[in-house]
């Protein structure tokens, strides 16, 4: 009896103990049926040069609210290969074991890490990361194509390799003619680059933001204070591996950076289209005035500012629509004109999303009785 108990406790620890700590809300509604999949697709562990095991970056996801992750060790640079001595794919096994008990995507990558150029690249969905290991890049990115990887360029504008500005050289150019560049980072750690999201939108690129991280990402961020670390959105048909890889080749993806969006405008305003649910008001209308009901569904933080159009209409004030809220807005029918029609389109602007890197996201809002 004694040992039945213990046993008993044993399993109970070990099946309440398979994540540690709460998971952290964070729910952005479905878009058009596909599944808003929260991913980091950049960071590194002991088995290269990052600070932690690799079962910890699950974890760590798991606290954020995160789906998917990939651990993308550097293949050339590994100091602790004398403590650390698995091969390239062993942090991969590690964290892919612990995403399945937390039931986060782990996708198998490697950083193939170089001088500039060409600089730092990820290849996801590789079948063998030690086949990378090669004295020329540019067999490593021959073979990466070979295991039908995503490859996208990373950390564009990091410094220490590119330090005057970021630059598209003839070997980028190659790496892109040849099929071997689908996405690039738009934002990495803690920088995000205009000239990259120009460069995206110009290529038809996967906009990508990561986290890069080497450290713990609750030291590096203030997630419990609401902040995140930079992710990608990814628009997948269901949460896997293999629908991860059909969003990210269609280029179904918005890079998420310090609270802001970055993507193609069709795709964030069919974001909006799902996170903030548009109602009449009734109760709060009469002859002068249209009011509707704007809920935001969702985790993220939105501020709706006027424009030149919806100011000649009289709706001339920002309105914060902080997650999960709930605000009105009035549109006064100031003439016959108006009053005579149904309904009135009103543009505003979502502030934190951006089609383009100067640009801030322009959403209809329809308001009718
Ligand atoms: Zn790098
Ligand atoms: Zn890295």
Known sequence: MKNNLILL??????????????????YIPDVEGYKVLK?????HTVFSDGLVWPDFRVN???QEGLDVIAITEHIEYRPNKADV????????????????????????GSEITRRMP??????????????????????????????????????????????????????????????????????????????VMRWALERNLTMLGNSDIHGGIYQQYAIHQGQHRPMSLLFATDKSVEAVKEALFAHRTVAMFNGHLYGT?????????????????PEASDDGKITMLLENQSDLNLTLSPTSQ??????????????RSMVQISLRLKTDTMKALKNHTVLMSVDEWHPRPEKSQIVPILFCR
Not at 12 to 19: K, T
């Open 9 to 26: 406790f044993i399993l109970f620890r070990l099946v309440s103990s398979a994540q540690e700590g709460p998971r952290q809300s964070f």
């Open 39 to 43: 991913a980091d697709l950049h960071m």
């Open 60 to 62: 760590e996801a798991w």
């Open 85 to 108: 001595n698995g091969d390239h794919n062993r942090a991969y096994q590690i964290a892919r074991e612990a995403g399945h008990r937390a039931g986060i995507v782990v996708i198998p």
């Open 118 to 195: 060409p600089g730092h690249f990820n290849a996801l969905f590789i079948t063998d990361a030690n086949k990378l290991d090669v004295p020329d890049w540019k067999d490593a990115f021959r073979e990466a194509r070979r295991q039908g990887a995503f490859i996208f360029w990373n950390h564009p504008g990091w410094k220490a390799q590119q330090p005057d500005s970021a630059l598209w050289l003839p070997e980028h150019q190659m790496l892109y003619d040849s099929g071997c560049m689908h996405g690039i980072e738009v934002a990495n750690y803690n920088e995000w680059y205009p000239i």
């Open 265 to 281: 405008e069709e795709w964030l305003n069919k974001l909006f289209k799902a996170v903030v649910k548009i109602t009449p008001c």
């Open 310 to 323: 919806s100011i000649a209409l009289g709706v001339i004030y920002p309105e914060s629509l902080p997650a």
